[in-house]
C-alpha cells in the first residue's frame, strides 16, 4: 500500500496479529479489532465511510502479502509505528495493550499470542514479557500451596509478642 495512514498501519498490524497468532481470526478477534479502531477514528455517522475504507484497505492490504512474509511484514509495520515522529512511549503501550485485548477476547491468552505479542513489544522498543515459560507445570500446584501455607505459619508463630501470664 502506498502511503498508508497510521490507522491503517494500526489495522494491518491488528489485523495482522490476530491472524499470524491462531492460523485465523475468530469472530470476537475480528469484533475486538472493529472496536479498537472506531475508538481511534472515534467513529460517529460522519466518518463511518473513512472507517469501512481503512477497514477494507488494510485487510486487503494484508491479504496481498505472501504468507511467508507476513511476519516479517507486521514487524516492519511495528517498528515503522514506533518510529512515527507523533507517536510516544504511551501511545506505543496503548497498542500492545490493545494487541493483548484482541488476543483474550477468545477468552485465552495462548502462547504462541505471548510470544507474538513480545516480539512486537521489543520490536517497539518496549521491554515487555507475557511468556511464562518460566513457570513449572501445575501438577505440582497443590504441594507448592502446602508448602507456602507451611511456611506463613511458621513465620506468624515465630513473629510477635505473648501476653499474659509466662509459661513455668
Not at 490507522?7 to 469484533?31: R, V
Not at 481503512?54 to 518510529?83: G, T, Y
Not at 497498542?95 to 513480545?118: C, P
Request: glycine share 4%; net charge negative; proline share 2%.
Amino acid at each position: 500500500m502506498q502511503n498508508p495512514t497510521f490507522l491503517h498501519l494500526l489495522t494491518f498490524l491488528y489485523i495482522g496479529y490476530a491472524k499470524l497468532s491462531n492460523n485465523d481470526i475468530k469472530l470476537p478477534q475480528e469484533m475486538s479489532i472493529k472496536r479498537k479502531i472506531a475508538e481511534w477514528i472515534d467513529l460517529s455517522y460522519r466518518n463511518v465511510d473513512k472507517y469501512e475504507m481503512v477497514m477494507r484497505e488494510s485487510l486487503q492490504w494484508f491479504n496481498s502479502i505472501a504468507k511467508n512474509e507476513q511476519k516479517e511484514q507486521i514487524l516492519l509495520i511495528a517498528n515503522q509505528i514506533a518510529n512515527t515522529d507523533t507517536i510516544d512511549e504511551i501511545v506505543i503501550r496503548k497498542v500492545l495493550s490493545e494487541i493483548r485485548d484482541i488476543a483474550v477476547s477468545t477468552g485465552v491468552f495462548a502462547q504462541g499470542e505471548k510470544v507474538l505479542h513480545d516480539e512486537l513489544a521489543a520490536t517497539m522498543g518496549i521491554n515487555m514479557k507475557t511468556i511464562d515459560d518460566h513457570c513449572g507445570p501445575l501438577e505440582n500446584l497443590p504441594k507448592k500451596v502446602e508448602e507456602i501455607q507451611e511456611a506463613v505459619e511458621i513465620k506468624n508463630n515465630a513473629v510477635g509478642f505473648k501476653y499474659g501470664q509466662k509459661d513455668k
